[in-house]
């Protein structure tokens, strides 16, 4: 096996070009998948029947929280690639997931706080779903304002990149809060190993919602990723060609 | 019309939710367009002082 993709992929211009290309190719499926949703989830599909149009609060909770475990996991990950193989390319994209994360994670917790008072009477709770998920926001707050407390990018992406590494524990206990402990919150309905326990008309609007979103993250992303990658080139020519442009 | 906006007596919950998520998505887009043109034109300083330089 080769490993020459691997070197491609930790070569700046390389990325930065590939990430410019492939942007649209993420962004416009996810503007349809997203419009798509929207109009499923708003539109056709029919109310439920213990929470009326209640419920449609699920078209936006969901996806934006699983943006924000998926985004972290996601920093994660790349974090680690970058202290093991001391990968800028890789940190660059640690760095990027972050603000992202960050503001869905914030969704999160809005609109279940908004969904938490018509159906549980209450709009917060220190319950462990809701209280994980906060945890989860300070990680990413956290990990953000490390990163802005250091002026050398090089010592920023090594403390910042240990702080996600560590910061993951928290993701499995998000994830699983709703079964180890006696929580407000409902189990997963659909990221689970057996099949949904929705009704197809209320399902399909809110997996194109999940992968929309999903997609879209990747877009934004590849933006950040080339300003990211831009910022941790001194000298390189390339850059020259890249920003006359 | 109305009755699609009253959304069954939740029109209170459910447009704030909507429109707090819709806003994220606009945000980041915002954001990402903006820290990347941060960063070009941090880039071409850089560049300018350097040929400066010699």
Redesign the interface.
């Known amino acids: 096996m080769t490993w020459t993709w691997f070197h491609r992929l930790a070569s700046p211009p390389y990325i930065y070009a590939l990430a410019a290309r492939l942007t649209p190719w993420f962004a416009w499926p996810a503007a349809l998948l997203?419009a798509g949703g929207?109009w499923g989830g708003?539109?056709l599909a029919p109310?439920d029947y213990q929470q009326?149009?209640?419920f449609?609060?699920i078209y936006?909770?969901a996806?934006?929280a699983w943006m924000s475990l998926m985004v972290y996991t996601t920093m994660a990950i790349a974090a680690a690639v970058g202290l093991i193989w001391r990968m800028k390319v890789a940190h660059a994209v640690a760095a990027s997931c972050a603000?992202?994360g960050a503001?869905?994670t914030?969704?999160a917790l809005?609109?279940g706080a908004?969904?938490g008072?018509?159906m549980w009477g209450t709009y917060w709770q220190w319950d462990p779903r809701l209280t994980s998920e906060l945890v989860l926001l300070f990680l990413y707050l956290g990990y953000m304002g490390l990163r802005a407390g250091l002026d050398d990018t090089q010592r920023a992406d090594r403390a910042s990149a240990v702080l996600a590494v560590v910061g993951v524990v928290n993701v499995p206990i998000i994830h699983y809060s709703v079964t180890w402990w006696n929580s407000l919150h409902q189990a997963p309905s659909v990221m689970r190993l057996a099949k949904p326990t929705m009704a197809i008309s209320m399902l399909v609007p809110l997996l194109m919602m999940l992968l929309g979103f999903t997609l879209?993250f990747v877009a934004?992303l590849l933006?950040?990723l080339?300003?990211?990658v831009?910022?941790r080139?001194?000298?390189a020519s390339w850059?020259?060609e890249?920003?006359?442009a | 019309m109305s009755q699609f906006l009253d959304m069954g007596g939740y029109a209170a919950f459910v447009w704030p939710s909507y429109a707090v998520t819709l806003a994220a998505i606009v945000l980041n887009i915002v954001w990402a367009r903006r820290s990347l043109a941060r960063s070009r034109e941090e880039a071409r300083r850089r560049l300018a002082m350097r040929a400066e330089e010699r």
Do not use: Q, Y
Request: glycine share 6%.
């Open positions: 997203i929207l708003l539109v109310p009326g149009d209640g449609r609060i936006v909770h996806p934006s603000p992202i503001s869905f914030f969704a809005v609109t908004l969904w008072e018509p879209f934004i933006v950040r080339r300003g990211e831009l910022s080139e001194r000298a850059i020259r890249v920003v006359s």
